[in-house]
């Protein structure tokens, strides 16, 4: 079971379990679903056409039985300046391969680094993206479309990241 021991929501509901959710949604066939904590109108339409499409009752509530079939919700790592490792090695070759004609600004090498030409290349990417240009590859950041194959930057980065409950 890739979401263990969340519980049952509907619409209404704020908070981790609500972006948990999402995050799971998002990294759906159809993603797109905004991660912003709330269980609003939106979430409750995705739920329930993931339900469909999963075979389960189209209610809207998220329990045991939607959890189950949904990917796994939890985050990718938040990374900044100074992060370092294989999750960061696949990041920079992410922001290399797409940048030609969209983003522009690379990572100038893929070293494992977050260093200040990752940092200018995350930047350059969340403003190509349309989320805050922090620099930080937070939740927002990695749910951003790269236009290709319904893929994001974690999905393209590699969900193998994620961080452990």
Same mark, same amino acid.
């Given at each position: 079971?890739?979401?263990?021991?969340?519980?049952?929501?509907?619409?209404? +509901?704020?908070? @981790?379990?609500?972006? $948990?959710?999402?995050? +799971?949604? *998002?990294?759906?066939?159809?993603?797109?679903?905004?991660? =912003?904590?709330?269980?609003?109108?939106?979430?409750?339409?995705?739920?329930?056409?993931?339900? $469909?499409?999963?075979?389960?009752?189209?209610?809207?509530?998220?329990?045991?039985?939607?959890? =189950?079939?949904?990917? =796994?919700?939890?985050?990718?790592? @938040?990374?900044?300046?100074?992060?370092?490792?294989?999750?960061?090695?696949?990041?920079?070759?992410?922001?290399?391969? #797409? +940048?030609? #004609?969209?983003?522009?600004?690379?990572?100038? #090498?893929? *070293?494992?680094?977050?260093?200040?030409?990752? &940092?200018?290349?995350?930047?350059?990417?969340? /403003?190509?993206?349309?989320?805050?240009?922090?620099?930080?590859?937070?939740?927002? @950041?990695?749910?951003?479309?790269?236009?290709?194959?319904?893929?994001? &930057? /974690?999905?393209? @980065? #590699?969900?193998?990241?994620?961080?452990?409950?």
């Amino acid at each position: 079971m890739a979401n263990p021991g969340q519980p049952t929501i509907t619409r209404g +509901a704020v908070g @981790t379990p609500v972006r $948990r959710l999402q995050r +799971a949604l *998002d990294r759906t066939p159809d993603p797109g679903i905004a991660r =912003d904590g709330v269980f609003g109108a939106a979430t409750e339409t995705a739920v329930r056409d993931f339900q $469909r499409q999963a075979g389960l009752l189209p209610d809207g509530v998220v329990g045991p039985l939607t959890w =189950d079939k949904l990917p =796994d919700g939890r985050p990718m790592p @938040t990374l900044w300046p100074g992060a370092r490792g294989n999750v960061v090695v696949d990041l920079q070759r992410v922001l290399t391969n #797409g +940048a030609a #004609g969209q983003w522009v600004v690379t990572p100038q #090498g893929v *070293d494992g680094d977050f260093g200040p030409h990752t &940092l200018a290349s995350v930047r350059a990417f969340q /403003e190509w993206g349309n989320v805050a240009t922090d620099g930080v590859v937070g939740d927002l @950041t990695w749910s951003v479309s790269l236009h290709a194959m319904n893929a994001t &930057l /974690e999905s393209a @980065t #590699g969900l193998r990241y994620v961080v452990g409950d």
